[in-house]
């Protein structure tokens, strides 16, 4: 498996986990509140989730960049390989770091379901490592 169809396969499955997620806190909030608030209180709740979850797939995607530089850059001068690697591990904590903020202080999110959301993203992403097939086998050549 090439390194890029394993990163289509961890953001689909972070996709249907960020429907589930948010399926469920909808559910969940429908079967546990009043029913006249219900529908607003789920909502703000679902769209919390949602949030996280979409802050966790962006962070994939800046990790996934990052590793695909890294490569390049290996080819081109070897002393520098792990330069993209650190430099989005520095994007991915300023994206996340700040789209934390940006929900809680400016949007007023609970912080509960946005960092559940992005919580499920993560175990989204391990999950697919541990799979058949995954991350420490993606990039790997050579015989099997």
């Known amino acids: 498996?090439?390194?890029e169809r394993y990163i289509r396969r961890v953001l689909a499955l972070q996709a249907v986990c960020a429907l589930a997620l948010v399926a469920l806190v909808v559910l969940a909030?429908?079967?546990a509140a009043a029913p006249a608030a219900a529908l607003?209180?789920?909502?703000?709740?679902?769209?919390?989730?949602?949030f996280g979850s979409a802050l966790g797939i962006l962070a994939t995607m800046v990790?996934?960049?990052?590793?695909?530089?890294?490569g390049r850059a290996v080819a081109a001068n070897p002393h520098?390989?792990?330069l993209?690697?650190?430099?989005?591990?520095l994007w991915k904590l300023l994206i996340v770091a700040g789209g934390a903020y940006l929900g809680l202080a400016h949007f007023g999110m609970k912080p509960?379901?946005?960092m559940l959301g992005y919580i499920t993203m993560q175990a989204?992403?391990?999950?697919?490592?541990m799979k058949p097939g995954g991350a420490d086998r993606a990039h790997r050549s050579g015989p099997k």
């Open 1 to 3: 498996m090439t390194l």
């Open 29 to 31: 909030t429908a079967l």
């Open 40 to 50: 607003t209180l789920g909502l703000a709740r679902a769209v919390a989730a949602a």
């Open 63 to 70: 990790t996934a960049r990052s590793v695909i530089k890294s």
């Open 80 to 82: 520098l390989g792990l």
């Open 84 to 89: 993209p690697v650190y430099s989005g591990l």
């Open 112 to 114: 509960l379901y946005l």
């Open 124 to 129: 989204g992403y391990v999950w697919a490592g």
